[in-house]
């Protein structure tokens, strides 16, 4: 992973916003001119994504006729 500070707005980046990537796409972006590789020694906090349990909806009684 590889830390980059955005010059310009990016997809849902906007200039001066400091994210993580892959080194490949970051050097892309860096060759791009869109983001300086000066946010070395920055550190990003890795995203950690947990789902809340999701409940199970009873089912659904069929009407007798």
Known sequence: MKAVRFKQHWQQYNAGETASFAADIADALVRAGVADDDAAG????????????????????????
């Open 42 to 65: 920055v550190e990003v906090p890795a995203l950690s994504v947990t789902a809340a349990p999701v409940a199970t909806p009873a089912p659904r009684r069929r009407r007798t006729t």
